[in-house]
């Protein structure tokens, strides 16, 4: 089996006979697998986002400018979300009426309980436990 010139992607290029959306096998990989493409998975609008947390569209533009919130823009200029936008959307609303937290402080506690997590789930990834409770 000779070892065709793929794209970045592992498709064959168009020059060589197959159609580029089909996967291509290579040499150096079992006869039975195959290399796809992804495909991207399509995130939120603007709107829909706006919508699921209840907040103006102005209001998560805001937030995507101060840098609380993640998006992307499309290749026509909109903003485009993550699946969990909505859910810190929601934290954000939260610290700010509980704790009363100017915007600023938002971003330090969500980059605070961001690393907690990861710690946390890190702790549990080892799987060991002590007899003695944590000194803070």
């Known amino acids: 089996m000779t070892d065709r010139p793929t794209g970045a992607a592992g498709t064959a290029r168009s020059g060589t006979g197959n159609r580029p959306d089909q996967p291509v096998a290579h040499a150096a990989t079992a006869p039975t697998t195959t290399r796809y493409a992804l495909v991207p998975v399509p995130g939120l609008s603007l709107e829909a986002v706006a919508r699921r947390s209840r907040l103006h569209p102005d209001m998560v ?48 506690v969500l980059d605070l309980l961001d690393r907690i997590s990861l710690l946390e789930t890190a702790l549990r990834g080892r799987g060991t436990r002590s007899d003695t409770p944590p000194w803070t």
Do not use: H, M, T, W
């Open 61 to 108: 533009r805001r937030f995507v400018a101060l840098g609380l919130v993640d998006a992307e823009r499309d290749a026509v200029g909109r903003l485009v979300f993550d699946r969990d936008a909505p859910a810190v959307l929601a934290r954000i609303q939260r610290l700010r009426s509980g704790l009363c937290l100017n915007y600023a402080s938002i971003g330090l």
